[in-house]
């Protein structure tokens, strides 16, 4: 067990210090302010504001369409089916498979869509596309925290003649942090995915401006930049996985502290 963690930890930190090693040199205001220029990725100036803010639009919006989403499916799945119902388990099943499923599938079958809608790349196909990537981490998350609950509360909310909806609201209330952690997991894994949204949100050197235009990702922005034959642009490009690995880790920390603070409404 000392070993293993020696493994993991040493490669956490080995990751970790390779790119604050070299993106943090390259990292500067300049960078996070600005959008680039025509010729950025061969040494030219700006920054990747345009894929900070993708990232954000994309992660933030799949992730509430996702909640709105997953929120009914499971209380449907826990309140209103039967623990040995086939459909319950199907359903299960099912969301296991898409959680095991690659992104790049997710990208290919989002990109089919927008070209039968007759859609292009855009940020709202990359929203679309991203949500279906991020449904089933919080449908199995949220499912998972929901079968924690003592089977006693759902009996003190029936006795008390509480209907099936009136009971989920308890629930809900009850499972709130894992809620929480569920939204942030998918909201981490959304931002951080470049392959679903290589061929549905397109890139673009501006700031979407509307569903409609295209946006680039921090995660693209990194894999541009490391194709670059430039020696600068390659250091950029560890200056945006900086970037992004503070945005991973200022969600993970929220995600405790967050809880932490819903866990007092725990009964």
């Known amino acids: 067990m000392v070993f293993a963690t020696v493994i993991i930890v040493g490669s956490f930190f080995l990751i970790v210090g390779t790119i604050v090693s070299k993106g943090f040199p390259a990292l500067s205001w300049e960078m996070l302010s600005e959008i680039p220029s025509g010729d950025f990725y061969m040494g030219g100036e700006g920054g990747i504001l345009n894929s900070i803010l993708g990232s954000l639009y994309i992660a933030a919006g799949s992730s509430l369409l996702a909640l709105i989403i997953s929120v009914p499916i499971v209380i449907y799945i826990n309140m209103y089916l039967k623990k040995s119902s086939w459909m319950g388990n199907l359903t299960r099943l099912g969301y296991d498979v898409l959680f095991g499923m690659p992104s790049i599938v997710y990208g290919a079958f989002g990109f089919t869509l927008m070209i039968y809608l007759g859609m292009r790349a855009s940020l709202l196909g990359g929203i679309v596309t991203v949500t279906l990537l991020i449904i089933p981490i919080m449908v199995r998350t949220m499912d998972e925290v929901i079968r924690t609950v ?118």
């Open 150 to 267: 003592p089977k006693e509360l759902f009996d003190a909310s029936y006795s008390l003649g509480a209907t099936r909806l009136e009971t989920s609201r308890v629930v809900l209330k009850q499972v709130a942090p894992g809620i929480l952690t569920a939204v942030l997991l998918a909201f981490g894994r959304g931002i951080g995915d470049v392959a679903s949204v290589m061929f549905t949100a397109g890139f673009s050197n501006d700031i979407p401006k509307s569903l409609e235009d295209p946006a680039s990702t921090l995660p693209l922005a990194v894999f541009n930049q490391l194709s670059s034959p430039v020696e600068e642009v390659q250091s950029r490009a560890y200056a945006a996985a900086l970037v992004l690995t503070i945005v991973v880790l200022l969600i993970s920390i929220s995600a405790r502290v967050l809880s932490k603070r819903l866990s007092k409404n725990k009964i």
